[in-house]
């Protein structure tokens, strides 16, 4: 008897993550990835074309974010299981996306050991969480779905599109230094023009290149220098100060970025205020070959995230990246609430 297949849409707009979900689902051989989208209006738009028996489903998607893109879905689609697959730790998110229309939630950091079991619930008709979600309550976000299907309103209320759900700690892997610069540009561009400060802890080559980026931007870049609301630093030095033994030490990391992410704070309009820092550190430790050092640098970063109100965006090289394992690459991608590439 031939086991009928099931066929799967799977939506998420970083490139090496699909790579790895489709490796994970080859392990089951019913399972068959019959599209891909990068972005939440094209899974609304694929789902209603292919109708597929499960999309696998990120929320921090351009365009529509996954949850918007699953209302949508569940109108267009609605025999569709979704199963949620993201970065995205936040309770109330979590809530939003079961109460959306998803069956179930896997953080990306425990596809590995989560996915094929949560798959297999989902398309059993059970609801399955994450192992490290389960001690929350999310029995009413259910109950909400459960509603919905009765009544076209969801109750609880969703984030609306391309909103910021969480402070952000992302990461952004560039293909050149054009790249890189241009996100640099408008991540560091965007938080000046709104009064907040800036932290750029980069090479020399992309400090050199973003101070007339930001000029073009309409930033007076002098003054923002002069009040304390702009601060560059280089990322090979600034690294040097808190490495111990090839290995980031806590103390000196914590005391020297608390410090800066206070200083830039106080000096925004307005008073204390929200602060945009990029940082190149991990890649220069990848670069180097010190994975593990890059990793406990992230940890430290999504850890100063938490405290202060700070955004984070750190810069990796793809010429880099292609030269890692895709273990450690999503290492390094389990501890950003989002990775891009361009």
Excluded at 44 to 55: F, M, N, R, T, Y
Excluded at 119 to 137: M, P, Q
Excluded at 314 to 328: A, E, F, K, P
Aim: glycine content about 8%.
């Amino acid at each position: 008897m031939v086991t009928p297949l099931i066929r799967v849409l799977v939506v998420d707009d970083f490139e090496p993550f699909r790579r790895l979900v489709a490796k994970l689902l080859q392990q089951q051989r019913e399972l068959q990835i019959i599209c891909e989208a990068s972005d939440g209006v094209e899974a609304v738009q694929k789902a209603e074309e292919i109708q597929p028996d499960l999309i696998l489903l990120d929320i921090g998607l351009p365009n529509l974010n996954g949850i918007e893109a699953a209302r949508r879905i569940r109108r267009v689609s609605p025999n569709s299981k979704i199963l949620f697959v993201s970065q995205e730790t936040s309770t109330d998110v979590v809530r939003g996306a079961l109460a959306s229309g998803g069956s179930g939630y896997v953080l990306k950091m425990n596809a590995r050991k989560e996915l094929l079991t949560a798959v297999n619930a989902v398309l059993g008709g059970r609801w399955s969480i994450g192992a490290s979600l389960v001690g929350n309550k999310f029995t009413d976000a259910k109950d909400t779905q459960t509603a919905d299907r009765t009544r076209s309103e969801v109750v609880l209320p969703l984030p609306p599109k391309n909103a910021r759900m969480t402070r952000r700690h992302e990461a952004g892997f560039y293909s050149d230094d054009r790249s890189a610069v241009d996100d640099l540009t408008q991540f560091i561009g965007a938080a000046l023009k709104t009064g907040h400060a800036a932290i750029v802890v980069a090479t020399k080559l992309h400090r050199e290149s973003l101070l007339p980026r930001l000029q073009a931007y309409g930033l007076d870049i002098g003054a923002a220098i002069e009040q304390g609301r702009y601060i560059a630093l280089d990322a090979a030095d600034t690294l040097s100060t808190f490495m111990l033994d090839g290995m980031p030490d806590l103390v000196q990391f914590t005391k020297l970025f608390g410090d800066l992410v206070v200083t830039a704070s106080k000096a925004a309009k307005g008073g204390p205020n929200r602060v945009a820092l990029f940082g190149e550190m991990c890649h220069l430790l990848w670069e180097q070959g010190n994975v593990e050092a890059a990793i406990q640098v992230e940890k430290l970063g999504k850890q100063l995230v938490r405290t202060y109100d700070v955004d984070v965006l750190c810069g990796y090289s793809l010429g880099s990246v292609h030269q890692m394992d895709s273990r450690t690459l999503q290492r390094i991608c389990a501890e950003h609430s989002a990775v891009h590439s361009r």
